[in-house]
């Protein structure tokens, strides 16, 4: 046998020129006898003088440059080796809004642009804030409550606009998920006046450029328990030219103070109570199930390059596993009763611990796909999902990342099947040694963690599948290329993320394919 092939295990003789039939992972602490290696095999069988059909006489160097191609190169691309944990400041109360003027003060604050969105302009969440402000002397204060629900290229713009015209020295932001990311690029623009919005977007869409320079402080008031946002330093936007959604992630955004109130959830309708509560599950799953951070590649070559997606770790295990325990005990409390106070506060807190998580951890591949699917909502299905007092179509975030649920983890299951059967276990409301968990083989964890997740969203009334809210197989394609780009989330997916030189199209098909009805 060659003795490349007894170093690939490939257990075939029948080689021609280079081409093997396995990838190689060659890995030896002597270069030089790497060289020595491939030059026996050269004489063997690569020269045109020892009866291969070659033209091309190809010793030393050039060998292993065409190995490099099968097999994981000498000088291998390292990876990452720590991580980190950032996540802003939180306030946890009934009725901590209220202090949110007496913060501002304190923070010598000169000038607050205060954003929010034109249904929480009406709400009493809002005007328990302006009421705060306005209990202190020389705090002045602007509001924009131009914010779209699933925020856009040109509503941000149209908020970087207002605030890079009046040079607030503080943030305050009072709403959703949509509200804080869009607080937070208006606060990122105020200090880069003179850079473009693309600049700093997730590359490949954007540049990716790094944030260096230090934001003005932003407070964020959430009035939903889902995205997490006054945690993390994300920000999300729809690129309508391309129907897809980004966004920019980076530290740097994060608000300096979170005030979780428990009173600014009355007033959601159940609709967005159940979507916004999907955002914590899938949150807290995908972050959870995500690579390890030690598989990440590459390893940042300055600190400042480090990603706040970082793959799983030890601290948001925790945070994400406790936000999925909770959410699976109290969203279908909620979703049968918005009244009930103690599972609406639980969900709140379930909000925050979920964005501390995935805020250091990261999501996969249910987030990378429901971009897509709600961005091409609006020129192809145009399905509007009850419950939101918006005149457009929409798939909110929530139930976009929930279509794709069941399949996704059952893709993902073999990648780590004790974490696997841990989520099993939560989702069936028992532990993982009961009898019933413990006696699934590892390779059916899959098929049952699909069954399950379809089974609670089920009792939340969400649509089942792809199909029910108006895509069709022909559309699979579309989504599949929608998704490729978001490279940011589908490198922390297991099976794609941890593959050299895997871009998880094949797999993708197949997920959504599988996901068009359950």
Request: proline fraction near 7%; charged fraction near 20%; include cysteine.
């Amino acid at each position: 046998m060659n003795a490349l092939a007894v170093l690939a295990g490939c257990g075939q003789s029948q080689m021609v020129g280079h081409v093997f039939p396995y990838s190689l992972n060659i890995i030896m602490p002597n270069q030089l006898l790497i060289f020595r290696l491939i030059d026996a095999a050269q004489l063997q069988s690569a020269c045109p003088c020892h009866g291969c059909r070659s033209a091309t006489h190809t010793h030393g160097r050039l060998g292993l440059q065409q190995l490099r191609k099968l097999a994981t190169p000498v000088n291998a691309v390292q990876k990452e080796y720590a991580f980190e944990v950032a996540a802003s400041n939180l306030r946890f109360g009934e009725g901590v809004t209220r202090e949110v003027g007496m913060d501002l003060k304190n923070m010598k604050a000169r000038k607050i642009g205060v954003v929010t969105d034109p249904v929480v302009a009406k709400l009493k969440p809002l005007q328990t804030a302006v009421e705060s402000l306005q209990s202190q002397q020389d705090l002045p204060f602007e509001v924009f409550d131009e914010v779209v629900s699933e925020p856009t290229e040109e509503s941000w713009r149209r908020a970087i606009s207002w605030a890079r015209e009046r040079d607030f020295s503080h943030f305050l932001a009072v709403g959703g998920g949509s509200v804080i990311d869009t607080a937070k690029t208006a606060n990122l623009f105020t200090v880069y006046k003179d850079a473009d919005l693309m600049d700093f977007v997730n590359a490949p869409i954007g540049k990716g450029l790094p944030i260096e320079k230090s934001l003005r402080p932003l407070i964020a008031v959430p009035t939903t328990a889902g995205t997490g946002s006054e945690t993390t330093g994300t920000a999300i936007f729809d690129v309508t030219s391309r129907a897809f959604k980004t966004g920019i992630a980076n530290r740097a955004l994060k608000p300096v103070l979170g005030i979780v109130d428990t009173a600014n959830t009355e007033s959601c309708p159940v609709e967005v109570h159940i979507s916004a509560g999907l955002d914590v599950l899938f949150h807290s799953l995908e972050s959870y199930t995500a690579i390890p951070y030690t598989e990440r590649t590459p390893r940042p070559t300055n600190p400042i390059l480090r990603p706040a997606y970082q793959g799983s770790n030890p601290v948001a295990d925790i945070f994400s596993l406790w936000a999925l325990k909770t959410t699976v005990k109290y969203l279908p409390r909620v979703a049968n009763d918005v009244t009930d106070h103690e599972a609406r506060s639980q969900m709140l807190l379930a909000a925050s611990f979920a964005g501390i998580g995935f805020g250091n951890a990261g999501v996969h591949l249910c987030h990378g796909m429901s971009y897509p699917i709600s961005g091409l909502n609006k020129q192809g299905p145009k399905y509007k999902h009850p419950g939101y007092q918006v005149n457009h179509p929409i798939i909110p975030h929530g139930i976009s990342v929930a279509l794709t649920g069941p399949a996704v983890f059952q893709f993902t299951a073999p990648s780590s099947p004790d974490r696997h059967r841990e989520a099993l276990a939560i989702f069936n409301n028992t532990t993982v040694t009961d009898p019933t968990i413990t006696s699934i083989p590892d390779s059916e964890i899959g098929a049952h963690l699909y069954e399950s997740i379809a089974r609670f969203l089920d009792g939340l009334g969400v649509p089942r599948g792809l199909k029910a809210v108006g895509y069709t197989k022909e559309d699979v394609p579309m989504l599949v290329d929608g998704t490729i780009p978001q490279r940011r989330v589908l490198d922390l997916a297991p099976n794609i993320g941890d593959v050299a030189g895997e871009d998880g199209r094949e797999h993708l098909t197949r997920i959504l394919e599988a996901s068009l009805e359950y």
